[in-house]
């Protein structure tokens, strides 16, 4: 594939291994900065390590103390073109010339331009589709769950355990993650009763294949205590990513979708983390070949930028009425401008390297297990990755500590990562993560899995 070349920052070196690494971590800089920002900024953000960033280049970062990190975290799976693409940088600053905000009350070029070609790539049931734009993940699931609400007329739904959908109160409601998401805000939206998500590495119910098992426990509910006849919609992530990672097993999904067609339930895909190329397909529903009724997206949608999409089959989207879901930044000139250039890069070759180096990235994980124990599974598509660490026990207790030290030895080595799930260190860099790159974080990583396993502090 074509790619724009990046220019390359003065302070960039060429030295391997942990050469990069020039201050103690955190510097001077960046411990001035933590410090100020202790005083004005909320203690609830969850920060894992005390990276301060100054710039970045594709799927390269430095900190405010000229430290240089690879970036597999890429701003929680958002800067799907990498850092400061020129394409979307461009895009952005165009855009910017004309004007900075008109609200959603009138129309303007970037915002049909992004609905039209989200039209053109939604694989939706019914084929036609339409779209709701707003600034982020939490906001597209609040206007999946109205939407459902409004044209079906049933109060009900169903999650699934180890989902993340959001934190505002509807989201939050089916946000099942970790139970600090929702300690001390009960109660939320009322109508969700939650399911396991079918996980075959740590199997919950008997029998080989979880999925069907999930489906029949989803039947059982509708006899027992959750009328179908009451249900507007079936929440699901075709790829489930705060929980672990966890790809279902084949036949999931298209089981859902028969479950929902039989019942007049709607079937709606969360792919904000997912979607936009970061699975090697522009959305990862696309791997099974199974359409939702609605699907909402965001963050890798903008590069970066604020923006997400509740997309719907266009028969449901059409029945709101004037006024009767809205906001005022929906459609943000600049955002749409990112989020146009963001596609065209992906449909133009990002999701295809994604595959190809996603492909080459798990098989050289693969190869780590061999030499540690400790990894009990590498699995994902694209450059969606997940590697759950383990205890060397039968029952393969989840290595909570180990990988915890993991993530906080990789930063110290020069690579960004973030955990998911009880004992998963996800992968998730740009979608132009380059071969070189992948070598040179996965010697990283096993430098980190060796400090981390010698018990190396700091």
Known sequence: MTRQPFHEPAMRNDLSGTDHIRTELPGPKARAMIARDAEVISPSYPRDYPFVMSHGRGSEVWDVDGNRFLDFAAGIAVCSTGHAHPQVVQAVKDAADQFLHISSDYWHEQMTGLGERLAKIAPMKGGEAMSFLCQSGTESVEAAIKLARYVTGRPRFIGFLGGFHGRSMGSLAFTSSKYTQQKGFFATMPGVTHVPYPNPYRPLFAGTDQGVAVLDYIRMLFERSVPAAEVAGILVEPIQGEGGYVVPPDGFLAGLRELCD??????????????????????????????????????????????????????????????????????????????????????????????????????????????????????????????????????????????????????????????????????????????AQIDEAVALLRTSLDEALNGTQG
């Open 262 to 435: 039989e019942h007049g339930i709607l079937l709606i895909f969360d792919e904000v983390q997912s979607g936009i190329g970061r699975s090697g397909r522009m959305f990862a529903s696309e791997h099974w070949g199974v359409k939702p009724d609605i699907m909402t997206l965001a963050k890798g949608l903008g590069s970066g930028l604020p923006v997400g999409a509740m997309v719907a089959s266009k028969s449901l989207m059409s029945q709101w009425k004037r006024g009767a879901h809205g906001n005022t930044y929906g459609g943000n000139p600049l955002a749409c401008a990112a989020a146009n250039a963001t596609i065209d890069l992906v449909a133009g070759g990002f999701a295809d390297n994604a595959a190809q180096a996603g492909a080459y990235f798990s098989s050289k994980l693969r190869e780590l297990m061999r030499d540690y124990a400790c990894i009990g599974e590498v699995r994902g598509r694209g450059l969606m990755i997940g590697m759950e660490l383990v205890e060397s026990d039968p029952a393969r207790t989840p290595a909570r500590a180990l990988c915890d030290a993991v993530i906080t030895r990789a930063f110290h080595n020069g690579l960004l990562l973030l955990s998911c799930g009880t004992s998963t260190v996800r992968f998730m860099p740009p979608l132009n993560v380059e071969r």
